[in-house]
């Protein structure tokens, strides 16, 4: 059971579980923007860009 | 496994797998379906980022420098080293190595394509156009690496995980907005605007890594 659910962790969250997590609140941001009239549009391709640098910039460090 | 540990087991596993993903395929397929389209799009596109961005991190990574190349001839060779000096464990007439790597191998990446086709089928209202759309895929993929073999094999694997990274952050980022409720500016039209974004900022991040990379070195 424990391995089923070590795999089925690595298939989606993969091994950077912040990526994940930066892209949950992402999306819960342009949700709670989408009720408003703000471009909520915005959200997650910037999302996108400072998660992914994060990220690299952390794998970067680490070597 | 063919090659190394013989052509019968492999095709028995090859072909349980592939009943097995008939079988999860069949049953998930209408129970996508029933599933909210916003609701569909929102997960969708949250595993699809989730996958892209794991893709293209590593893409990067390895274009800038900071992690080593694949090269697929030796990760072959080690692979074949390994599975020739495997025990041999003989069940139901088959070599049960060769059977449940072959298995485990169909069935894990046949099941990202099915998650795949069934998610960019639903989410567009038509698994069976997505269907014959992957099974056209797998025709033209055969009859190029038959026609073609030389000049795609000389196409770097980095630069296809690079490409594969893009695309799905690019839908990804696409159906997750849509989910959450956005209306894209311009409609279905903004999705090559995302993916020109997501490429420039990508090709940045491996100048800006590359160029740190040359620093620190």
């Known amino acids: 059971m424990r391995r089923f659910g070590h795999f ?6 993969g091994d950077d579980w912040r990526v994940a997590a930066g892209i949950a609140i ?3 941001v342009t949700a709670a923007l989408a009720t408003t009239s703000a471009p909520a549009w915005i959200v997650l391709p910037v999302a996108v860009a400072l998660v992914l640098w994060m990220s690299l910039a952390r794998s970067a460090v680490r070597r | 496994m063919g090659v190394t540990r013989g052509w019968r087991s492999a095709l028995a596993g090859t072909a349980a797998a592939s009943a097995a993903l008939a079988v999860i395929v069949a049953a998930l397929g209408p129970a996508l379906t029933v599933i909210p389209i916003e609701v569909l799009r929102l997960v969708v596109g949250a595993l699809l980022l989730v996958f892209g961005l794991q893709w293209l991190r ?13 090269d697929e001839g030796s990760v072959f060779e080690r692979e074949a080293a390994a599975a020739r000096t495997a025990a041999t464990d003989e069940r139901a007439g088959l070599d049960w190595y060769g059977f449940t790597v072959s298995f485990k191998g169909v069935l894990l990446e046949g099941l990202e394509v099915a998650f ?18 992957a099974a056209a895929a797998v025709v033209v993929v055969v009859i190029a690496g038959v026609v073609v073999r030389g000049p795609l094999s000389r196409v770097p694997e980095n630069t296809l995980a690079f490409a594969v990274g893009v695309m799905l ?3 990804g980022t696409f159906w997750g907005a849509e989910g959450a409720g ?12 995302v993916l020109a974004f997501v490429v420039v900022v990508s090709l940045s ?13």
Do not use: C, E, N
């Not at chain 2, 795949?116 to 759309?133: D, E």
């Not at chain 2, 956005?182 to 605007?193: M, Q, R």
């Open chain 2, 182 to 193: 956005v209306d894209w500016p311009g409609g279905d039209a903004s999705l090559p605007v």
């Open chain 2, 116 to 133: 795949i086709v069934l998610t960019f089928g639903s989410t567009q209202g038509s698994i069976p156009l997505a269907v014959v759309g």
């Open chain 2, 169 to 171: 952050t690019t839908f």
């Open chain 2, 205 to 217: 991040y491996v100048t800006a890594l590359r160029r740190r990379r040359v620093a620190v070195a």
């Open chain 1, 26 to 28: 992402a999306l819960g």
């Open chain 2, 58 to 70: 590593k893409a990067i990574l390895r274009a800038s420098g900071w992690r080593a190349l694949r």
């Open chain 1, 8 to 13: 089925w962790w690595d298939f989606v969250v």
